[in-house]
């Protein structure tokens, strides 16, 4: 599947833009907690408090071969958190009316994904692995899969 935001030409980082004007809130980075120490770092996520939804499933990808991309698609309830917990990699974001691009390298901080934002990641490093909390269980009826019909109804709930 060919990505639509990440793809050539580059998409503007466009930074400072509010992607995602639901009652949810932007799509945004978040803190999360890191305990450092010598033997090695610790980070833990608690659901409700450094997450703004009750965390009901945790997904991973990880062994992305280089050039691939994953996501393409959009939730009609589903919230997300999404920590590059090792490597790096970019996520673009689209509410069907403004885009952003993130580039997470930091595994104490979460990219939140309100429902009705169109997501693509791409420029997966080495090694790199995607931990991604997410606010309901597995469902393909939750997904839009077509952009088109996205950001149809997108622009309809805005
Ligand atoms: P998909 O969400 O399209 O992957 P990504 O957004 O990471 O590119 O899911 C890929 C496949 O995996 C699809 O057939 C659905 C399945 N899947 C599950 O069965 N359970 C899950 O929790 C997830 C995220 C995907």
Redesign the pocket.
Known sequence: MGLRLLGDPPANPAEGVRVGAGPQGPVRLLPLPKISDPRGNLTFIESGRHVPFECR?V?Y?YDVPGGEG????AHRELQQLVVASSGSFDVAVDDGTRTRVFSLNRSYTGLYIPSMVWRE?ANFSSGSVAL?L?SEH?S?AD?YRDYDEFARDARVVA
Do not use: M
């Open positions: 499933r997904y990808l994953r996501g393409g698609h990641l991604v997410a597995y393909e997904y």
